[in-house]
């Protein structure tokens, strides 16, 4: 059984910053790759970033490139995602996943996910 919890999420203003935690359990680690995805309000779900925990390859969607990084603690169990520059646009549920799917080098969907941290981007 796969757990991944998330936190971080919140209410923020335009222009901020914002963590978001994923931890999971050991066996989780270096057998997953392992990702970001978010979900708004009326809206499909989007896959954000990615890393492999063994290698730390890194992966990011282009549609919010260059405002994120993905990034993980191996000692902590733990994967961040940081998230500059928030839009209200950027306004979602954020879930953590592992066991990523794939298309064409595409990142799609995922095995197990976490059950998502609310972010709220709003003056």
């Known amino acids: 059984q796969v757990q991944l919890v998330e936190s971080g999420g919140g209410l923020v203003q335009p222009g901020d910053s914002l963590r978001l935690s994923c931890t999971c359990d050991?066996?989780?680690?270096?057998?997953?790759?392992m990702g970001w995805f978010r979900q708004a309000p009326g809206k499909q779900r989007e896959a954000i970033a990615a890393i492999r925990w063994r290698t730390e390859n890194t992966y990011y969607t282009e549609s919010m490139k260059g405002r994120v990084t993905i990034s993980r603690d191996n000692a902590k169990n733990t994967m961040y995602l940081q998230i500059n520059s928030l839009k209200p646009e950027d306004s979602a549920v954020y879930y953590c996943?592992?066991?990523?799917?794939?298309?064409?080098?595409?990142?799609?969907?995922?095995?197990?996910w976490g059950q998502g941290t609310q972010v709220t981007v709003s003056s």
């Open positions: 996943a592992a066991d990523l799917t794939w298309y064409f080098g595409t990142l799609r969907s995922a095995r197990y």
């Open positions: 050991g066996r989780t680690l270096g057998r997953y790759g």
